[in-house]
């Protein structure tokens, strides 16, 4: 029966699909090869400074996820316009999104810099001194780049939201490449002789990934922003027609929309990213070898969850136009569609993990006493994250979509603290599993997820709040 649903769709919708979720995976795929290759670099810095980088990268990651999520709430009422073809609508819904969540990322920001210092110290005070003393450094560089990473994070979601992915695909290329370039730069320094000019730079070191972030993060926003610009002298409804700053005055009805999906969301996931910061400090005492094993492996699982991370932004577009036509049929065939698609693509992934694994970490130039840790933990990855990753992640995004944010956010936070935190703490503290239980508790979570919103895409109550 669902597969009778399903062909009809796919015939009629699958072009649609691709032309939204091809450049978003592109997209992805240069964010997370940034990363590895910063991962990389700084690994050859030694385990100190890889160790390091784990530990702010867990603490960043949930303040710019928080924010990430906050911009689904703009995707998704630039979506809903689109699909009901408002071009009035459109312009609104961007402008109130971009001008309220810039500011509160620079909000942000000033929390962030104000509390830096003891919370670095009360999380990783135990870490090793010179860890915990890079941990500082790097933490500082990172905490500037926020603002810049809410502005284009929720102007990428705005253009997502009428479907153009082609352009912050092009945008998220140069932030790319600018910050591998700017990485290496600081990391390994630059001498360049051409005679008239002559270059002796020596790097900064450790500093290098935050310092090459935050010059990419100037360029990411001044490409993103051109497009906007350009956009309001487009005809047709991808024309985002933004209007003049200087006239923004907030609309409590658009704002209402917006923050009703956004602010649920980034509860959600802030809360979701506490709890990972928490178990982080569950494997602070665990030693060096295993955080910088964690560190590599969760950049090895970062390339491994590229179609997942990308197929999440693409069925948060796709399912916002379907509930703006008013099509709950079309909704949830987009869901069970995206969900089977990147099941299938997990598939093939973990083969090719198994055949390639042995180069791929010896990319990272791990020590010897980090490398089998790290095969350990990809092992244990491939099964739980092709059976039930999908159905747990994917299936909430377009649960979101269509507004059923409450229930997708008390799901998240149950599991996440019974499974994920309880879980880590039981395996790597009371039965001494060490890093591997860690993982093993993040698999837990997956399932829980499955447990709940698997059940629920099948019946109609997650509709209630669509208007549909």
Known sequence: MIQDKLVPFLRENGRKIARISIPVLLEHSSMTLMNVVSTALATSLGSVAVSALGLVHTVNLALLLAINALAV???VAVARAFGRQDRVGIGKAAIQSIVSITMIGLAVTLLVWVTRVPLVNWLYGAADPEVLEATHVMYRLYTLSIPLWAYISIASGVLRGVGDTRTTFFVSIATSLTNLLFTYVF??????????????????????????????????????????????????????????????????????????IAVPASVEQLIFEIGKIITSTIIVGLGTAS??????????????????????????????????????????????????????????????????MKPLIGMYGAAPDVVPIVRTLLLSLLVPMTLFWPAGYIVAAGLRAAGDVKHVMLVAIVSMWTMRVGGAYLL????????????????????????????????????????I
Not at 207 to 227: D, E, F, N, S
Not at 297 to 309: E, H, I, K, T
Not at 329 to 349: C, F, Q
Not at 445 to 461: E, L, N, S, T, Y
Request: hydrophobic share 50%; net charge positive.
């Open 73 to 75: 709430g703009g995707t």
């Open 187 to 260: 990391i390994r320094g630059l001498r360049l002789d051409l005679g008239f000019l002559e270059i002796d730079y020596a790097g900064v070191g450790y500093r290098g990934p935050a310092l090459g972030m935050l010059v990419a993060r100037v360029i990411g926003a001044v490409a993103v922003t051109v497009p906007l610009l350009r956009s309001r002298r487009k005809e047709g409804m991808n024309a985002i027609r933004m209007g003049a700053l200087r006239r923004y005055r907030p609309d409590r009805r658009t704002l209402s929309e917006i923050y009703r």
């Open 291 to 356: 955080l910088a094993a964690n560190t590599i492996a969760w950049s090895v699982l970062s390339m491994f969850n590229l179609p997942g991370a990308s197929a999440m932004t693409s069925t948060t577009t796709l399912a916002g136009q379907a509930i703006g036509e008013g099509d709950r049929g079309k909704t949830r065939s987009t869901l069970l569609v995206m969900t089977g698609l990147i099941m299938a693509i997990y598939v093939l992934l973990s083969l090719l993990l198994l055949a390639f």
């Open 428 to 467: 790597v503290k009371v039965a001494d599993m060490g890093i591997l239980g860690l993982w093993i508790s993040m698999y837990a979570d997956w399932v829980f997820r499955v447990a709940f919103f698997g059940k629920r895409i099948f019946g109609d109550r997650w509709f209630a709040r669509s208007g």
